[in-house]
């Protein structure tokens, strides 16, 4: 909204206001979440507050100059929820439903996946409120560059590193890295990962997501004896996380019947050309035009309704909620995205025997290799793409076997045992590390 005066405020506007307030806040989802673990692991009143709260959060709104010569002031935000086990990690995202609370809700989640899969770093989380689709290049640039200036204070190689989330790619990382660089006055390689690799990013780091999805749903395939050969996968998401997702169990004989973005999706259940979908979804940004559709459209709701074997939900938070779980007809569900099932819903899942595999198990495998890009720029090490490979499947395999025993220990569903396993290694820390003074 441009006010004349040259200066333009992102206002969220009264449609957004009413959308919000039918939205579910994905903190109450964390928080809750958290509880269910805590009872289980008889966590101390005091030491179960202590891991719900975020450390530091910052918020701050900062003018960029667009290319109509008017100055938008944007409003960004980076948060660290805990760095008990090592210094912060997590995303930036670029969305306009980007708040504080959803941004703490992520913060934690990447504090509990670390520790599932038992790498050294802490949970954060960032995100800047716009609308990335409406922006040129140069206004993104201008945007990320400022919004780094921001943060500057707060990340860093031992502090907190950010890296890709939903609408941020490696070229936003090499802007980061860049400003926050210039700002040191010597190259910092270590402050982001998902970095382009001639920056000092990690083969196998853009994969890394998607394949970690792929490898933890082969392995609860195999748990539930369902031959990956031929199953109807279906995939929400065609970005980073579910179009490689696709790739992989498209590679491995499954069948991927739908695909989707925020525009909608397209099914046949004879299976899609994955390679033409997601070729569309580059040239137009969209999986639905109608030359490479190979299949007929349907609307994102349908698309979670599916007959299928693995749904994978790879897009954004509260998919799968108390108004559609009943209808989901999915064996597996390998959460690609992050909070993409609400408890009310993982509890009747659960009890229809539908096998979850939980976002902070699922889609692991990028921090994973964060991590393996953190420690090669600190070491200034270059590793293949086999050793790569190896590390990632070996961490996946082994923190889904973990998971997998504590679920089948407790009687209880995968997220609550990841969170126990996550949980648990989290609290063991702070009660080592004592609290000061
Ligand atoms: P991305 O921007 O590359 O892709 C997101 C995709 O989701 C796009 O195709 C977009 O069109 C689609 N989308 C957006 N809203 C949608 C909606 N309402 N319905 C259907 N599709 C919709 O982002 P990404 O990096 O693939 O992230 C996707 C999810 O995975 C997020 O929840 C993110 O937090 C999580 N995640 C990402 C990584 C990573 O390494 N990139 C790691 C762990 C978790």
Known sequence: MNDGSGFTRNVDGRDRMEKKKDKINPLDVAIKQVDIAAERLKLDPGLCEKIKQTKRELIVHFPVKMDDGSVKIFTGYRVQHNVTRGPGKGGIRYHPDVDLDEVKALAMWMTWKASVVNIPFGGAKGGVQCDPKSMSLRELENMTRRFTWEIAMMIGPDQDIPAPDVNTNPQVMAWIMDTYSILKGYSVHGVVTGK????????????????????????????????????????????????????????????????????????????????????????????????????????????????????VPSALENQITHKNVRKIRAKIIAEGANGPTTPEADKILYDRGIFVVPDILANAGGVTVSYFEWVQNLQELLWSEEEISERLTRIMKRSFAEVLTISQREKVDMRTAALVLGIGRVAEATKLRGIYP
């Open 196 to 311: 382009p690799l001639e920056l000092g990013g990690s083969l196998g780091r853009f994969e890394a997501t998607g394949k970690g999805v792929f490898i933890t749903a082969q392995e609860a395939a195999r748990h539930i004896n369902l031959p990956i050969e031929g199953a109807r996968v279906v995939v929400q998401g065609a970005g980073n996380v579910g179009g490689i997702a696709a790739q992989y169990f498209d590679r491995a004989g499954a069948k991927v019947i739908a695909i989707s973005d925020s525009k909608g999706g397209v099914y046949n259940k004879k299976g899609l050309d994955v390679s033409a979908v997601l070729d569309c979804k580059k040239r137009y940004y969209c999986v639905i035009i109608p030359e490479a559709r190979g299949g007929e459209e349907i609307t994102n709701e349908e698309l979670l309704e599916l007959d299928c074997d693995i749904l």
